[in-house]
């Protein structure tokens, strides 16, 4: 089992910058895909990017590479989200994710075996 708890959400303006991070606890040693996934009120989870198990390889989500960066610290326990350029459309719940896997980054939320509550990024206009 793992656990993940995200932070680093909150209020901030257009055109602003946010770190989100997120956190892995419990049986860590095994090989996972990460991602973080957002959800609008009233859409459908959207990928926005992954990291594969070895922290090698990382995909992004249609349009999502300008503005977003995904990292991970050298132990593999704290995963990132770097978001830039802020926009009202970013609102959303801000989800990381996970699955056991030495084979590719999955675009699809139902691959992932493992969430986190998530964190609200509100961006105003």
């Known amino acids: 089992q793992v656990q993940l708890v995200e932070s680093g959400g909150g209020l901030v303006q257009a055109g602003g910058s946010l770190r989100l991070s997120c956190k892995f606890s419990g049986r860590t040693s095994s090989p996972y895909t990460k991602a973080w996934f957002r959800q609008a009120p009233g859409k459908q989870r959207e990928f926005i990017a992954g990291i594969n198990w070895s922290g090698e390889a990382t995909h992004y989500g249609d349009s999502m590479k300008e503005r977003f960066i995904i990292s991970e610290e050298s132990t593999r326990n704290t995963l990132y989200l770097e978001i830039y350029t802020l926009k009202p459309e970013d609102t959303a719940n801000y989800l990381c994710?996970?699955?056991?896997?030495?084979?590719?980054?999955?675009?699809?939320?139902?691959?992932?075996?493992?969430w986190g509550p998530g964190t609200q990024v509100t961006v105003s206009s």
């Open positions: 994710a996970a699955y056991r896997t030495e084979v590719g980054i999955s675009r699809l939320a139902s691959d992932y075996e493992y």
